[in-house]
């Protein structure tokens, strides 16, 4: 069976705890605690009969066929097919209080469990934990898919939607056909209908947070099928993340460059630093009273609770950044036929080990620094606005970054940076900011990666840029073993005709020698600035990024 195209999101709603019957409570707990221990011991089959079960050309898969000869007996079978009386495992006598729809529902649970672990463990080693090593006390939810369950409405009652889910806790062990059914309360809000009425209804889950409360997630596959508008113009949005700038866009059309927008989070980066400040201080009294043979158990609780609070501040930030983005792209879509690229920024932390001598503060940044959530995270919004987002000619398309930054985008020769924020090429004169050259620079590759794009012509501009980064990539300068020079040696680009580096250097935002505060009012980039022109106003650009910086990123109309 093809799979429908779209994409999958969540809806994650409460569960009315306090309008539920006792015996509903007592009944929902049964089932969880019960589904639990199924999908336990289908964990546990699968590890013990890890060799005969894996599959598939990178054996990450499971064989869910023998994993049921392993598991299931098979007395009433189609015509063509042998009966299975016993079974090394026979979970039918095992767990007799569940039916057979819901064994299958935690059997696929524990295979989608175990082939992530798999995949993970190809990754990243035999370092992954494997699923049986999840601590007894918490509980698995089963995936239910949409035949085994209904949403209704009850307008007249406490709460106004329900869940109706079967109940087989009884009916099963009585081998009645027609199982009991079981209803739950929700605390549905207008957002949560408003999502679930995008699309289909496939799967949800039941389970429990850390504090015990009860909630109620819903998998909801929007479909798409909206063609590509022809008749709007072509462009390209190139996306440079940053640190102190948390993003930097350009609109390249085959005309001219268009427009240049700032994306600032100036309270992250300030929150984030009281954050690792704390940090640092609570683990030198850590290692302090462990030393000293003094009780740290407090402080150590203290840690974990701080790191958990900067990782949610830095989440909400980003999520943050992601709408705005979202917001920018669904503006410029209304008068382009727009593609996205945006750096990515692969072996970024390779520069940022001891013995690069960058320092301290340069590590600690690049390892905080959550690049790869930004993109996955506006790659599955793009993917719910309907944008072909993977395979061929996909309008997002994730480009190496590999000296965009230090590569002039007007003639193509490497510049300097005197300053992190500052860009000036030798060769032509150009000076401009250093993240703006380097958006426009993502952007002329996504041209160059785009075969649909090729045959697209302007007035010189588009033309010109094909030519540019088809040239052959600049050459490392030797240097001397104290800061020596991380590029490939074998020097092959990925793609045809790509002229920069693609390969493991990434010179983008990483010089942060200098304060960016003082960088963002040096005279050169603001006179570079004055001379951008903005699509459908002959007004100044200055103040596009005044009023960009201002107001957190968005962009002047």
Known sequence: MARSKGVTVSVKVPINWEDMTERTRQRLRQTVGRDTRVIRAFLGIIEQHEDKLLTGRNRDRIDDSELDKLTMTAIKVKSGYRQRMSVPHDFKVRFQRISQNEMNECRQTAISMYESYLKLRRKSGRNASRPTSISASRRIPRWVFSRRFKLIEK??????????????????????RYHDRLRIPLRMSPFHLSQIKRGEVKALQIFTDRRGKWWLTFAIRIAFGKAIRKDLPF???????????????????????????????????SIIKKYDRLVADLQREMHTRKNSQIPYEGVAKKLGRLHSKREKVAKEYDRVLVRQLLDYISDLSKKYTLYVAIGRLKNIRMRAKRGNYRGRRFRGMI??????????????????????????????????????????????SKGK?????????????????????????????????????????????????????????????????????LLSKKGSSSFPGESAAVHHAQTSLLSFSDEAGKGDDDPAVVRTVETLSVAGSDGSASRQEKKARSGGGIPSQ
């Open 367 to 412: 390892h905080s620094w959550a690049f790869a959530r930004i993109t996955e995270s506006l790659k599955h919004g793009l993917a719910q606005l309907d944008w072909k987002v993977d395979g061929k000619d996909a309008r997002f398309r994730a480009v190496p970054e590999a000296w965009t930054s230090i590569i002039c985008w007007k003639c193509g």
């Open 155 to 176: 307008k007249t009652s406490t709460s106004r939607w329900w869940l109706d889910i079967r109940d087989s806790l009884d009916s099963a062990t009585a081998g009645r």
């Open 417 to 485: 940076r005197p300053k992190q924020n500052y860009f000036h090429c030798p060769s032509c004169g150009q000076k401009t900011n250093a993240d703006r050259n380097g958006s426009i620079n993502i952007a002329a590759r996504m041209l160059t990666l785009t075969k649909s794009l090729h045959s697209v012509r302007g007035l010189g501009l588009w033309t010109r840029t094909l030519e540019r980064v088809r040239r052959a990539r600049p050459k490392a300068q030797r240097k001397s073993s104290r800061g020596k020079s």
């Open 235 to 269: 462009a390209i949005l190139g996306i440079d993340l940053g640190i102190e700038k948390a993003a930097c866009s350009t609109l390249l059309t085959p005309e001219k460059t268009r427009e240049t927008c700032y994306f600032v989070q100036r309270d992250k980066t």
